[in-house]
């Protein structure tokens, strides 16, 4: 663990004895959350989010020492014991390195190298790369007759000893690693239509005949070109070439490990000699290019996913954080057409209380029965919002609701929220146990009222990959995407905290110690006992010890339950200090909490923080001025246009209200109620330069648009922010 935890020092500007603490917890699997807020005295207040980091490279880190082991233990069978490269897998810094390393002793299959030293030419290719004067053809002959083998031909000695040098050279290590750097630096990256694929391939006619700097091209177009490659619709390629030298070895290959190549005793730097560089360009033509350009776009897509996830990762957390409407009474309306609008009414804790189905857009008399139903749920329920899902007939369905509201003057407003995910939810096994009497169009409704409520608790049930905050993530690895995405869902859960008594399984499930069976653990003791009245009695609950216990009880709320510190995030393990700092001032803790003068006062009592740690006593001091507060933004929605129903409806110049739905490194796409989302670009987000959109915007913000253009045959919508 030193070598590892001295890297991570290095890397992450840590002591070493807080990189060893670091590994220790997550060896003893506590999750990041919990050391991100729990234990901030022993990371010198590392984030959440650089503790992802450091978490990713530490188990990067042990892979990669692993690995290097098992190669080592491999390495011993094979003699002579290549000392020289053992050394070099010991310094290996990272996986690519160590393969490269690994490669010429693990071939499974005879190569016409391997044929060729079968024959006994490695001396003679050892020769002819070393000994600098003299005609190559004439040094064959000679060794041929030192060697007194007639049997074989001169062409056929030349060939094979030229073989295995070509072979060396494209899998000598250094080469490869300097041939890697060059080429991600300036090559340059290319791409051509495959021909008779023009009309089908239309949407990737910007790459027909592309090409671009490969340190400039941004992920989402890399990926972009990855998606035409795999659809067979582009040829994607890597170019590199120095004036003039179009067929020879470019001159950086030209590195003084290569006088080594053979022999280890020979440690001149001097350049290549001309039959060397002669050789080299034989390689670069004939292997070494076509490894490189692979090994480069394998970089290069494995880059553009990491971009890809971060985008969908952001987004996502972005969602996840917007801010819900709160303990309000809400009428969820699934719109449609041929198959009716779903209606669910949920009261202020999110119980469903009745549920129809109406079809105003079928007949007049369906109409006013529909009118009818509408009109009765929202008086005997007495709801707050009517949350529509923004798919097909969202805008009719709103205009019907808008017009009885109105002509009733109920005091109820209408909404329109993403139901991205909705469908996949009301058929899912989540669903199913949830409401097992419902159909499953009642269970689409239900969704999008709770996620008006509060989108964090109820998008947890969806897949994140289902949500639809991100882009190309089909063309990513899905391992990878999953991962990413649950340790986005576990940081918010934990960071807004969770109601026990009121939390699904699903979003108990992501608390920090937690497993999907300890949460139905929880569900399941809430139904047979009741309210859990105290963080303490989880510990009655079967499969939560002290352990597990440490991690989720911080993360847990038990409003106006037994304990006040049990609705904050104070932790139980700092109780005790608490109610000594109410002692000392005299009052009880439930006196102590909110009163910012006395908690001022604590201010300058240092022997509290000497007990606790400065971080942990600061938190706790935060923590006591607002037991409980939400992280998340105040509530805030759009309101559409009524007389902008679609595209046709737009036109240059309009200004419109609308709601962020997705942000990508070149800009923010944004919901204006026309059932397809503008575009506007990151030129267009600011008055100013930005790196990246979400410096001003976020997904789930409300912001203000004017139409740029419209081109409705290409469903496109250009925007430019206002205000921003």
Not at 402 to 431: F, H, P, Q, R
Not at 565 to 593: F, I
Request: glycine share 6%; hydrophobic share 40%.
């Amino acid at each position: 663990m030193r070598q590892i935890a001295n890297t991570l020092s290095n890397e992450f500007s840590l002591t070493n004895k807080m990189s060893e603490s670091i590994i220790c917890l997550f060896e003893e699997g506590v999750s990041v959350p919990f050391i991100a807020r729990y234990r901030k005295d022993m990371t010198g207040g590392m984030s959440d989010v650089n503790l992802r980091r450091f978490h990713d490279r530490w188990l990067y880190l042990v892979e990669l020492y692993k690995r290097q082991h098992s190669i080592l233990e491999s390495l011993k069978s094979i003699m002579p014991y290549p000392l020289e490269v053992v050394d070099k897998i010991k310094r290996a810094e990272t996986k690519t390195e160590l393969e490269d390393l690994y490669a010429p002793f693990k071939k499974t299959r005879k190569t016409n190298a391997d044929l060729a030293r079968g024959l006994g030419l490695g001396p003679l290719a050892e020769r002819l790369w070393v000994q600098s004067g003299g005609d190559e053809r004439a040094l064959v002959a000679i060794w041929l007759k030192s060697n007194h083998d007639v049997s074989m031909s001169l062409e056929g000695a030349l060939k094979g000893a030229q073989e295995i040098i070509m072979e060396t050279l494209s899998m000598n290590s250094d080469l490869l690693k300097k041939g890697r750097t060059v080429l991600l630096a300036k090559g340059e990256l290319v791409s051509k239509v495959i021909r008779g694929k023009q009309e089908i391939g239309d949407k990737y006619k910007d790459y027909f005949d592309y090409q671009e700097p490969i340190k400039k091209v941004p992920p989402h177009r890399l990926l972009a070109l990855f998606r035409g490659k795999k659809e067979s619709m582009l040829k994607l390629g890597v170019r590199y070439s120095e004036a003039g030298l179009e067929k020879e070895a470019p001159s950086w290959l030209n590195i003084p490990a290569l006088n080594n190549l053979f022999s280890t005793s020979m440690t001149s730097s001097s350049p290549l000699t001309k039959r060397q560089h002669d050789y080299l360009s034989l390689a670069w033509q004939g292997r070494l290019f076509s490894k490189l350009e692979a090994d480069a776009l394998s970089e290069l897509k494995e880059r553009a996913e990491e971009g890809a996830i971060k985008v969908f990762a952001d987004n996502l957390k972005d969602l996840l954080m917007s801010a819900p409407a709160g303990e309000c009474r809400v009428l969820g309306v699934d719109p449609g057409f041929r198959n009716g609008i779903k209606l669910a009414v949920i009261d202020k804790l999110a119980q469903v209380k009745a549920s129809a189905v109406i079809y105003p857009f079928s007949s007049d008399k369906q109409a006013q029965a529909a009118r009818d139903t509408l009109r009765s749920l929202l008086k005997t329920h007495q709801i707050n919002w009517l949350a529509i899902g923004n798919g097909t007939a969202s805008r009719e369905t709103e205009a019907f609701c808008a017009d009885l509201i109105k002509s009733e003057k109920l005091d109820c407003k209408t909404v329109v929220v993403s139901e991205a995910g909705a469908s996949i939810y009301s058929a899912s096994e989540v669903a199913i146990a949830e409401f097992p009497d419902l159909d499953v169009t009642i269970r689409g409704a239900i969704s999008i009222a709770r996620r008006f409520q509060d989108p964090l608790a109820e998008l947890v049930k969806i897949e994140p990959q289902a949500i639809g905050v991100g882009q190309y993530q089909h063309d990513v690895k899905p391992s990878q995407l999953a991962k990413s995405l649950s340790a986005v869902v576990e940081d918010c859960v934990n960071k807004v905290g969770v109601d026990v008594n009121l939390a699904s399984a699903s979003l108990l499930s992501y608390v920090s110690g937690l497993s999907v069976r300890l949460a139905q653990n929880i569900v399941d003791y809430r139904a047979q006992k009741g309210r859990i009245e105290s963080r303490h009695e989880l510990l009655s609950i079967k499969g939560i010890g002290e352990k597990c216990f440490e991690q989720c009880a911080g993360f847990i709320r038990v409003l106006n339950g037994k304990e006040p510190l049990d609705a904050s995030a104070v932790h139980p393990e700092s109780y005790c200090v608490v109610k000594q700092m109410a002692t000392r001032l005299g009052v009880k803790v439930s006196e102590l909490m909110r009163n910012s003068a006395l908690l001022n006062q604590l201010k300058s009592e240092p022997d509290f923080a000497t007990q606790v740690g400065s971080y942990t006593f600061t938190d706790i001091l935060d923590e006591l001025s607002k037991p409980g507060r939400d992280p998340r933004p105040e509530f805030r929605y759009a309101a559409f246009d009524h007389s902008v129903q679609s595209m046709n409806d737009l036109h240059e110049g309009m200004t419109l209200e609308g709601v962020v739905t997705n942000v990508a490194a070149f800009g923010a796409f944004v919901d204006v109620g026309v059932h397809q989302d503008g575009l506007v670009h990151i030129s267009q987000l600011a008055n100013r330069f930005l790196k990246d959109p979400r410096e001003v915007v976020r997904v789930g913000d409300v912001i203000k648009v004017v139409v740029l253009g419209v081109d409705v045959p290409r469903k496109r919508i250009s925007l430019k922010a206002q205000g921003i």
